[in-house]
Structures are given as structure tokens and as C-alpha cells.
């Protein structure tokens, strides 16, 4: 069963760093989506992307994120000048038709 | 008021048990609704799509309430392995808005 995949699962950095988490969604699918969930809260849309471009974005997402799809295949989410409270399992998700979202295993980023 | 929101749980029930979780939306333009299961420090897992007409899968039972903006999840006949946090999701347009969720413990 095709599925979506995420790299690295752990990410540690130091306060300050920029990160790229990396994400190869199903390979049909036409919208790719980046979530947050910090640790005990609940999962947080961060932003969607179609077509090449951000379709829509939270006011998580600020200018300390940005996203790209290089290829034909990966989808990444940067991170700049990481903080604390940054801190979070990152999760990339895709979907076909704009319905049933699939997700990825995550990203755990740790910002010390 | 939040978008989506959930009966705050924890749920503690015994096996066997029936369990009904509750959602309530605020955008009256979502299109559609989903439930998904997420275990502790995994990924959501899709469980069901919601249909305006009620919908089953096995011991699942999903419905919806357009006019109350209103979802709800019955879980008959509980096993221990649904122990889980369900999620209540509803998109409109190009964004799955996610509810905090209702935890729920099966006990032998």
C-alpha cells in the first residue's frame, strides 16, 4: 500500500539553526500538507500546498517557514532560525481529491 | 469559538462497552468530515469518512447533523486495542481543520 514518507523521524538542533524536514508524499496525489502537533496538544494546520504553490497557510506559518517541491516527488518544509518553542512532531500529509488525508510516520524536531 | 471541538474526555470504559463521542463544527461551508484515530506519539489514522446519511463500518458508526453542524462516532462492543485518541476533522476548501481530540481508554 503506498504511503507517505518522512525523513529524518528525529531531528535535533540548536536554537538559532535553520532545519529541513523532507517529506515524499503518494505519488498520485495532488495536495500536500504540512501539520504540527507540540506535545499533548492538538494537531495544527500549518499550510497546503497545490499546483506548486501554497493554496493556503496559517498564522503559524509565518516568514520563519517556507515550503518547496523541488521534484517530481519530495515535499519540504524549512524551518529558519528554529526557536524553542518550535519544538514539535511535524507531520506531512497528502491527498488525491481534497478528501481523506494520509499521513506520514513524522518528524520529531527538538529545539534545544 | 473554536472550529471544531470535542467532548473533552477521557473516555474510561470496559470492554464491551458502548462509547459515543461528539463533534461540533462552527464553518457552515465545511464540505466534508472525517474520524481518524490517532495512538499516542503516531500519525492520525483515517477510520471513517462521515455521509449525510449515517454511515457503519463493523462496529463503527458514523453521523451527521448539517443543520446542527454536528458529528458524532459510536464505537459498539469496545476492545481493548481502540484505546486511542479520535479525532473529529473537517475540511473546507484546500484545509483539514482537526479537533483537540477525545481520549479514550478501554479497561479490561
Known amino acids: 500500500e503506498p504511503e507517505v514518507t518522512q525523513t529524518p523521524s528525529h531531528q535535533v538542533t540548536q536554537m538559532g539553526q535553520e532545519v529541513i524536514l523532507r517529506c515524499v508524499p503518494i505519488s498520485n496525489h495532488l495536495y500536500f500538507y504540512w501539520y504540527r502537533q507540540i506535545l499533548g496538544q492538538k494537531v495544527e494546520f500549518l499550510v497546503s500546498f497545490y499546483n506548486n504553490e501554497i493554496s493556503e497557510k496559517s498564522e503559524i506559518f509565518d516568514d520563519q517557514f517556507s515550503v518547496e517541491r523541488p521534484d517530481g516527488s519530495n515535499f519540504t518544509l524549512k524551518i529558519r532560525s528554529t526557536k524553542l518553542e518550535d519544538s514539535a512532531m511535524y507531520f506531512c500529509?497528502?491527498?488525491?481529491?481534497?478528501?481523506?488525508?494520509?499521513f506520514g510516520s513524522g518528524t520529531q524536531l527538538s529545539v534545544l | 469559538r473554536k472550529e471544531v471541538e470535542q467532548d473533552p474526555g477521557p473516555f474510561n470504559v470496559p470492554e464491551g462497552a458502548t462509547v459515543a463521542f461528539n463533534c461540533t463544527y462552527s464553518?457552515?461551508?465545511?464540505?466534508?468530515f472525517f474520524w481518524y484515530r490517532q495512538d499516542c506519539r503516531k500519525e492520525p489514522k483515517l477510520l471513517m469518512s462521515?455521509?449525510?446519511s449515517g454511515n457503519e463500518d463493523g462496529r463503527f458508526t458514523a453521523q451527521l447533523n448539517r443543520a446542527s453542524q454536528y458529528i458524532s462516532l459510536l464505537i459498539r462492543d469496545s476492545k481493548l486495542s481502540d484505546s486511542a485518541t479520535y479525532l473529529c476533522v473537517v475540511n473546507h476548501g484546500q484545509n483539514f481543520v482537526f479537533g483537540p481530540g477525545t481520549r479514550l481508554s478501554v479497561l479490561p
Open positions: 462521515v455521509y449525510s
Open positions: 500529509a497528502s491527498t488525491r481529491s481534497n478528501e481523506k488525508l494520509f
Open positions: 464553518n457552515s461551508a465545511s464540505q466534508s
